[in-house]
Structure formats: C-alpha cells, structure tokens
C-alpha cells in the first residue's frame, strides 16, 4: 500500500495556485505525474500524492516541474478567485439543499 505524502505547501495568485511536494529522494524519472481539471496526482513509489481540487483548473494551460528534490505544480485557475482551501472535502452545501428541496 503506498504512503500518502501529507507534508506539501501550496499558495495562490489571482490567477494561479502552486503546490509543492517533497519527493523524497527520489529520481525525477520514476515519478508518475497525472492530472486533470480537479485532481492532481504524484506517485513516486512507496510514496504517493493526490488531491481533489477545490476548484478547477486549466489542466492544458498547468504544469508539473521537478526540481531540486520537490514537484511544483502551478496550476491555472479556471475562474479568477481565492479559494479558501486546496482540496475539495467531498461535502457541497449546494448538493445537499438540492436534495432537501426535492426530498
């Protein structure tokens, strides 16, 4: 079973969110990089990093750099606006009054 990476940082612009994960030793070649418009995914054996994105992103206009022992991803917002967090926790407001009203 793959070890989850918890330790990465991320920040944001208008524009853009960058995310950083620590690849932990590991050769820049056996990292195995996929993303789509909200869900970004890392493996790098025993170790593995995803998210479910808040919000989405432009997954052709975004882009994956391995550097200096760390994966950054900057990923082009879709829509101009700050999130409050990275990951999308599963639970939205709107899916739940849509089921209340229709209940």
């Not at 918890?6 to 050769?27: A, E, I, R, S």
């Not at 409050?84 to 209340?100: H, M, P, R």
Request: net charge negative; charged share 25%.
């Amino acid at each position: 079973m793959p070890i989850q990476v918890k330790d990465y940082t991320w920040n944001q612009t208008g524009t853009h969110v960058f995310v950083t994960v620590p690849l932990k030793g590991m050769k820049k070649e056996k990292a195995d990089i996929y993303t789509t418009d909200v869900y970004i995914k890392v493996n790098f054996p025993p170790f593995v990093f995803e998210v479910d994105l808040l919000h989405a992103v432009d997954d052709e206009q975004s882009k994956a750099t391995i550097q200096g022992g760390t994966i950054t991803f900057e990923l082009l917002k879709k829509e101009e606006t700050q999130w409050e967090e990275l990951c999308f926790d599963g639970y939205s407001t709107t899916l739940e009054w849509a089921v209340t009203i229709v209940m």
